[in-house]
């Protein structure tokens, strides 16, 4: 049973990240569904006695649902803040692409988060 919800978190993850366009109302949407997942699994697994931070599916379904409710400034406080450490660059980028409309603060944003992330692999 548990092995099946994780695997249809993957599958949810990977289909909202190969999304090339969401609107608003989409982002909206995929949020409500997505935290209502959330509570449900978490209440479910509470019960099992199941520790849902650390399932990778799970982390990553969060982050995403974080990404999808958040304006441009939020998404990069919650990078700085490490929310977003399941998706990875390309991922965090693509969905970002998909959500805002092309502008300079995009454009500024996805370079920032790539420039991070490829100092943090120099650094390793």
């Known amino acids: 049973f548990v092995t099946v ?12 990240l190969r999304r090339n366009n969401i609107s ?8 409500e569904i997505i935290n209502v997942l959330i509570i449900n699994t978490t209440n479910k697994t509470k019960k099992m006695n199941l520790m849902m931070e650390k399932v990778q ?4 379904l969060e982050q995403i649902k974080l990404v999808l409710s958040n304006s441009l400034k939020g998404i990069l406080d919650a990078f700085y803040d490490a929310k977003l ?11 970002i692409l998909s ?15 790539k420039s991070v992330r490829e100092t ?4 390793l």
């Open 5 to 16: 919800i994780f695997q249809s978190f993957d599958i949810i993850c990977n289909k909202i």
């Open 24 to 31: 608003s109302f989409e982002s909206e949407m995929l949020s």
């Open 57 to 60: 599916s799970f982390n990553k």
């Open 85 to 95: 450490y399941e998706l990875e660059t390309q991922e965090l980028i693509s969905l």
């Open 99 to 113: 959500l805002f409309i092309d502008s300079f603060q995009r454009t500024q944003i996805i370079n920032e988060i």
């Open 120 to 123: 943090q692999l120099d650094a």
